[in-house]
């Protein structure tokens, strides 16, 4: 991998996915954020993040939504064009939503197609393990990067009855190694307990990406609004808050209402002048 030394170890070039797997075999551990729009993936990006995740959490994050399942096809791909166009370094990954993938593998092909075709992202990620490993084979045998998604899987919320850690070992290292052997190039384990977690990082040979899965992980993913402090009441435990943009935010917007209503702004310096 060419890496710019004065970049942290990033690479002088855009990552790749075969450079993503590879960061695994060189210790190097990866960071994983999300991005719905061009301002936040500009940003994410000149940072140093590695990858950018589209994530169908934007049914949560951005639509308001108490879960991901009434996002569709077309809103992943309006929101992974903003973001693939902003981003110069990161590796660009985009979310196949609820039942966009479960029809068929003929379904995730050509959905999976539209969301590489349309939006200029790197690769897909698709919740799912040994009952999902045929659609992952077909689309990596069709050369479209497969990011698997397995513990705990937001998109079978009905069906598990809310979200809950997922704590059943053979399950869980059967589902990584099914999407590892289909052809997956990473798999995301969400809420998984952690001893669990390092076991299927030390089986697999492609990188393990948590989010409530412990430090044993090959990387970390966290959806960005949740670590900046723009989610109310949202508190899980395996989330570290690094900033309270919320209080920025309103300390910023009361001062805006103060100084228009008491007219200190604009003053001649925020002035155009004949
Ligand atoms: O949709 C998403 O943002 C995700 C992450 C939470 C991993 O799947």
Partial sequence: ?????????????????????????????LTVLTAYDFTWAQLLD??????????????????????????????????????????K???????????????????????????IKETGAAAVKLEGGVNQAGTIAKLTGADVPVMAHVGLKPQSVLSIGGYKVQRAKQPLLDDALAAQEAGAFAIVLECVPREIAAEITATLT??????????????????????????PGFTPKFLKKYADLRNTVE?????????????????DSHSFHE
């Fill in 1 to 29: 991998m060419t890496t710019d030394a004065d970049n942290g170890g990033q690479p002088a070039s855009p990552w790749t996915v075969p450079q993503f797997s590879a960061a695994k075999q060189q210790g190097r551990k």
């Fill in 46 to 87: 000149e940072i140093g993040i590695d990858a950018i995740l589209v994530g169908d959490t934007l049914g949560m994050v951005v639509q308001g939504r108490n879960s991901t399942l009434r996002v569709t096809v077309d809103q992943m791909i309006y929101h992974a064009e903003m973001v693939v166009r902003a981003v």
């Fill in 89 to 115: 370094q990161a590796l660009v990954i985009v979310d196949m939503p609820f039942m966009s993938f479960h029809v068929s593998p003929e379904q995730a092909m050509e959905n999976a197609g539209r969301l």
């Fill in 206 to 231: 492609i990188p393990t990406i948590g989010i409530g899965a412990g430090p044993d992980c090959d990387g970390q993913v966290l959806v960005t609004n949740d670590m900046l402090g723009l989610t």
């Fill in 251 to 267: 300390t910023s917007v009361r001062n805006y209402i103060q100084e228009t209503r008491d007219n200190s702004f604009p003053d």
